[in-house]
DNA sequence: ATTCGTTATTTTGTCGACAATATGCTTTTT
DNA sequence: AAAAAGCATATTGTCGACAAAATAACGAAT
């Protein structure tokens, strides 16, 4: 999996990545209060850390914070799951298609490759496809698209909070295969260097992944 | 002037705006570096909140930070101009989409009457409408949108990077009087209701400033 | 009993000092 | 003379303490 490793130097590095998969993953509670003290305690740092990743959560929209009150983890809403998917439509269309007119020859190889690996897997063990492997699709059009804005704001922001709406309402969803066709689809287009069609499946494809889970989140 | 006032509460809100506004208006040069001791003197204030300055100000991506050596304003180059605009108009080809479903009668009536004032002087004074009205009339579709995450990624974040590169390429073409064509057009769109069209004219006008600013730059 | 005002406590915001790391300079060696 | 090693300096990272603000607790008045 070409998950690339961001490797903590500082102690807020440190502390950043820790809070981040807590939140992520649910173990600090979604809308719960972050008391500086007590974290600087449980991660036994100073507060000053505590503080600088705080801060950074918020600039991925995890958590929000009120000047002189303190911040809390974001709650977890229909509506904000809603605007969320709005923009990854965006973001990522636009991703897939300079993806289509940026990646290299090599880059769309090694992607036809990973899903053929994953067609396999698509028969066998589903859950395994879901979580990872798509998120590895998504990440290697991103990347793919060479725009630093683009994957700053995808993989350094909004994914995250991505994958904690997927974990805490636990997506291990029906549409691993369908998903697999549309992905193959995406990739062909961006194998024919035709752009306007692959931004305009990716966009498709984060639709019906949206409407997919706007159905759980119903049911 | 329908410009929304960020008011500053905490010193490090103070010291963030002020930042933030040297470097979009070149004071401090772009590529130079953010001496932490030098700003706290030059602001008299800890370095604590310059550092929490530094660090919002590296999430509008106005500052790049390397660990332990140091942040330094970003360098202005037409790649990055491009990227920069490719993105904008990924999300605010949304925006206007949104804006077209989500805005009240009334915000597209004032958002007509907007558009009628600016008429009137894009005959006379049409520095002006070029600087001002141009980011009043973005602006009001953004909040129409009535998406968080959009609203938040667009003005909190990369517009403050647009003002930069307009201001330091000294941006005052004359791209005014067609501009206004542009956005007449898109409010048509957004008063039918049609979010199609609305996406695809902003994405096109803004293709069309990325156009006109980039030959700038050659030039 | 409830509401309002006051006080006490907790929490965030700010500060100056120390530790750790990087940068620049001098010296030494080949 | 050039490169490398070591030292000195400056800058960032981290810490604990104090100041300011908000929340909670308490008591008084209606």
Redesign the interface.
Known sequence: MAMFEEQA??AS?KAFFKLRKEIVDGVILSGSKLSETELSTRYAVSR?VV??AI??LE?C?LVERK??VGARVVSLTPE?LI??Y??R???E??AAR?AAQNMSEDEIADLNTLLNSQSEEVKTAELYYQEAGDLDFHYRIIQGSK????I??LVNG?YHLVRMYRVQLGMAGPRVTSAFDEHKNIVQAISLRDSELAEMLMRRHIMYSKNNIKAKLQS
Chains 1, 2 share one sequence.
Request: glycine letters at 6%.
């Open positions: 130097i500082t590095d000053a503080r600088e801060n950074r600039a929209h000047a002189n904000g605007e969320l709005q923009v439509e965006s973001l269309g636009m300079l725009n630093a804005y683009l700053s704001m909004l």
